[in-house]
């Protein structure tokens, strides 16, 4: 799987956006983006995953570059209940169900 | 999105001693289930990939005879760390798929061993 780069902290004001970024230049066709937070002592939650579009759910928003090379994953309005390490993966979409490789993330601190 | 819980969430025991952790898929059949172990302050390491009624596949350096898994049902997997000593403490947690491809993995809250 591609391997990714994220920035190690980032902080962010409650109730404003938190753009969280994500390099992933060695990307393959078939490979996806996803992301994962992991809030202290706690397992990882799904938040979106994309393969070329922009995605957005009830959580947050993707935005994919269209070189594929990186992505940025928006949280509209963040909350204190934001603060989490956050994880960009790169996945291979193909063969039997893959694995996720967990990177270093990026350690979204929401403030007041 | 699909549950996953595991059990216990916390355990203490002596070193020397084995401990069974379960982690079961609560309202999906998971054919793929992932174990995890994370150390203080740092990422997530895949241990090992187990399919249903299958032998897990361990990742390079992780030994298969210390930590038994078993994925004996299409909603549980459990893993047993044999022989436990202080360095095996740590944060284990496991993932649930449905074994296609582009599966999203659904993952439990983890489980803390401290090995005395």
């Known amino acids: 799987d591609a391997k990714t780069t994220q920035p190690t902290s980032m902080d962010c004001a409650e109730g404003r956006a938190a753009n969280l970024p994500c390099n992933h230049s060695t990307i393959s066709g078939n490979e996806y983006v996803y992301w994962y937070r992991q809030i202290h002592s706690q397992g990882p939650q799904y938040i979106i995953h994309g393969l070329k579009n922009n995605e957005t759910n009830e959580m947050a928003s993707l935005i994919i570059t269209e070189d594929r090379k990186s992505s940025t994953l928006i949280l509209p309005h963040a909350t204190l209940r934001d603060t989490a390490v956050y994880y960009c993966?790169?996945?291979?979409?193909?063969?039997?169900?893959?694995?996720?490789?967990f990177g270093t993330g990026t350690r979204l601190q929401v403030t007041l | 999105g699909a549950v996953v819980s595991q059990h216990p969430s916390w355990v203490i025991c002596k070193s020397g001693t084995s401990v069974k952790i379960e982690c079961r898929s609560l309202?999906?059949?998971?054919?793929?289930m992932f174990w995890y172990r994370q150390f203080p302050k740092q990422s997530l390491m895949l241990m090992a990939t187990?399919?249903?009624?299958?032998?897990?596949?361990?990742e390079q350096g992780v030994e298969k005879d210390k930590f038994l898994i078993n994925h004996a049902s299409l909603t549980l997997s459990t893993l047993t760390v044999t022989s436990a000593h202080p360095e095996d403490s740590s944060f284990y947690i496991c993932s649930a798929g449905s074994g296609r491809v582009t599966d999203t993995q659904y993952f439990g809250p983890g489980t803390r061993l401290t090995v005395l």
């Open positions: 993966i790169v996945r291979t979409a193909t063969g039997t169900a893959s694995k996720l490789t």
């Open positions: 309202d999906f059949q998971a054919t793929t």
């Open positions: 187990s399919n249903e009624g299958s032998k897990a596949t361990y």
